[in-house]
């Protein structure tokens, strides 16, 4: 069984980075692919980004490309994404995501339809 446990959020103003992890036990990490959604209130959960665990490509959504970075902290079997440049739309909460490989290879992993999912952490940007 997969657990993930979440660290990091908080508050940050605009413009201010933060840095989000997410701890993966119970299975080999190489067999997932990890990463990272997000819901604002009143709005629907969105993907944010994802790193494979073999190889460690990523993809991102568009509103997060560029600003965030998403890698793999293999030592601590840790999942780091690195939010630079903040914008107040980009506070929500951020759910950890660990699902099955071929979700990435597949184009599926975005959906967020399968897998384990973190308890959720806050992320507040001020203006």
């Known amino acids: 069984q997969v657990q993930l446990v979440e660290s990091g959020g908080g508050l940050v103003q605009a413009g201010g980075s933060l840095t989000l992890s997410c701890a993966i036990s119970?299975?080999?990490?190489?067999?997932?692919?990890m990463g990272w959604f997000r819901q604002a209130p009143g709005l629907e959960r969105e993907f944010v980004a994802v790193v494979s665990g073999l190889g460690g490509s990523t993809y991102y959504a568009d509103s997060v490309k560029g600003r965030f970075t998403i890698s793999w902290d293999n030592d601590k079997n840790t999942v780091v994404l690195q939010m630079n440049s903040m914008k107040p739309e980009d506070a929500a909460v951020y759910y950890c995501n660990a699902s099955p490989e071929e979700t990435y290879y597949s184009g599926t992993y975005y959906r967020g339809r399968v897998g384990t999912w973190g308890q959720g952490i806050q992320v507040t940007v001020s203006s």
């Open positions: 119970g299975r080999t990490f190489s067999s997932y692919a």
